[in-house]
């Protein structure tokens, strides 16, 4: 069981930078797999970043480079927390990002992953 909290979102202007925090609750943190995903109004949740277990492996969308280079995924297990570095803010960065979490990398589709955080609003202003 693992509940997740998101935070650090809030209103950017272009060009700028934010980081997102991911806490989660419980002391099996590193046993899973940890994923950002996104949703901008009237839009589905999009894959944005995700990291393996250890912190080895990341994982970030195929295709389009709005989002790589651009956007780190990080953990830091000893503090249950997974991080998402967002540099070069665009508006159309704009959504509700919410972390999410399974025992393993389970791809880009949001509803397969098992646990979820509440979300947290990133607005970008140009």
């Known amino acids: 069981q693992v509940q997740l909290v998101e935070s650090g979102g809030g209103l950017v202007q272009a060009g700028g930078s934010l980081r997102l925090s991911c806490a989660a609750s419980?002391?099996?943190?590193?046993?899973?797999?940890m994923a950002w995903f996104r949703q901008a109004p009237g839009k589905e949740h999009e894959f944005v970043a995700a990291v393996s277990r250890t912190g080895g492996s990341t994982y970030y969308p195929n295709y389009g480079d709005s989002v790589k280079g651009r956007f780190t995924i990080s953990r830091d297990n000893a503090k249950n927390t997974v991080y998402l570095q967002m540099n070069s803010l665009k508006p159309e960065d704009t959504a509700v990002y919410y972390c999410?979490?399974?025992?393993?990398?389970?791809?880009?589709?949001?509803?397969?992953?098992?646990?979820w955080g509440q979300g947290t609003q990133v607005t970008v202003s140009s």
């Open positions: 999410a979490a399974d025992v393993g990398y389970r791809g880009n589709s949001y509803q397969v992953w098992k646990y």
């Open positions: 419980g002391r099996t943190f590193s046993n899973y797999a």
